[in-house]
C-alpha cells in the first residue's frame, strides 16, 4: 500500500469519525430518576430538565437536588457509552480522544 493510498484511507476514517461524532452530538439523551426527566444533547449540554410537580412535595426539595443529580448522571452515562460504541473502533488504544 503506498502513502497516497494509507492517507486517503485516513481522511476517510476521520470523517466517519467525525460524522458519527456528529450524530451523537444531535442526539437527545433522556435521564430519568423518580419524578424528574432531563433531556441532555450528546454534546452533553442539557436541553431540559422536567419536574413532576404532581408527585413533589415541600419535604422533597433536598431530595429533589439528588434526583436530578442522579437523572443528569443517568443521561451522561448513556452519552458515553453510545459515544463509545460508535467511535471505539476508531479509538482503540488512544485514551481520552473524545
Known sequence: MNIQAMMKQAQAIQKEMMKAKEEIDNKIYEGNSSFVNVKVK??????AITINKEELTKDDIEMLQDIIVVAINDAMKQIDKD???KLGKYTQGIPGLF
Open 83 to 85: 459515544t463509545e460504541q
Open 42 to 47: 450528546g454534546s452533553k449540554e442539557i436541553e
